[in-house]
DNA sequence: ACGTGGTGTCAAGAATATTTGTCATTGCCG
DNA sequence: CGGCAATGACAAATATTCTTGACACCACGT
């Protein structure tokens, strides 16, 4: 029984876009963290701590399942 | 204006028990990680990544929120 | 008294996330 | 054309999370 996969997609750049042409430099600002860990996360190059992962979800004001959703892969 | 500092709180013990006395190990297998993580996240040691986050949450059959809440500290 | 299961904890190392610095590309505006 | 802002990308260094193995402690049942 392994243990189930889980990909991690977001919805950053949508949202960054639905709130007025957010630049990534702008949103890591808001998070506290670098533009490249901006630009890591919303390509898909690997996914947030929790921490920052709330962080993003406040600063667009939804819940984090709205910016983060957990595709399982079998 | 210093990024807002952010603490997570976690009610994984409290449902581990609302779940039948499921233990530190039943979950952990459940979630895919060892037991010494699963005991360090339940008491608060470190934060998950958000995979795991997701995780607990899917084993437990609550939203991410009902699990993890993210607490500012200013 | 003895064994056992559940838990807390530690240390070393592997794996992953994050930072900083740098460079290339693209689109836009003067 | 020339400059600039935004993005994508890479590498090296640091930080954090996770694993494995070990040991101690406590509560419980026999």
New binding site residues.
């Given amino acids: 029984m392994v243990p189930a996969k889980v990909v991690?997609r977001n919805q950053i750049?949508a949202l960054?876009?639905e709130s007025g042409?957010?630049?990534?430099?702008?949103?890591?600002d808001r998070?506290?963290?670098?533009?490249?860990?901006?630009?890591?996360?919303?390509?898909g190059?690997?996914?947030?701590?929790?921490?920052?992962?709330f962080r993003v979800a406040q600063v667009f004001d939804k819940p984090l399942e709205a910016v983060f959703q957990c595709l399982m892969t079998e």
Same sequence: chains 1, 2.
């Fill in positions: 991690i750049r960054r876009f042409e957010m630049t990534q430099q702008d949103l890591a998070i506290g963290v670098s533009r490249q860990t901006v630009n890591a996360i919303e390509g190059k690997y996914s947030p701590s929790l921490e920052v992962a």
